[in-house]
Nanobody
Framework: QVQLVESGGGLVQPGGSLRLSCAAS????????MAWYRQAPGNQRESVAT???????SVADSVKGRFTISRDNSKKIVYLQMKSLKPEDTAIYYC??????????WGRGTQVTVSS
């Protein structure tokens, strides 16, 4: 059974940093394409960053230069390092796994609030 558990969210001041983690439940994690999405109140869920099974990454234009996605296959974790946070980054951040021939899975999300 695929389970994704996010952690690392919280309240941070503008300009601050946070690192989100998403822990996966199965040993086939290294074959999964992973992503971070976010959803702010009243907005649609949007893609923030992606990392393929072979490590190819991409980030949304709105976070380019501030957010970095990475993965540690030995620990079955994908990270989202966020710096220079802005109030508009406030959202629930979701971990996403795209698994070949199985489908798409989501974590429950972790709240990130950027406020002074």
């Amino acid at each position: 059974q695929v389970q994704l558990v996010e952690s690392g969210g919280g309240l941070v001041q503008p300009g601050g940093s946070l690192r989100l983690s998403c822990a996966a439940s199965t040993s086939t994690f290294f074959t999964w394409d992973m992503a971070w999405y976010r959803q702010a109140p009243g907005n649609q869920r949007e893609s923030v960053a992606t990392i393929s099974a072979v490590g190819t990454t991409s980030v949304a234009d709105s976070v380019k230069g501030r957010f970095t996605i990475s993965r540690d296959n030995s620990k079955k974790i994908v990270y989202l390092q966020m710096k220079s946070l802005k109030p508009e980054d406030t959202a629930i951040y979701y971990c996403n796994a795209n698994i070949y021939k199985q489908g798409t899975y989501w974590g429950r999300g972790t709240q990130v609030t950027v406020s002074s």
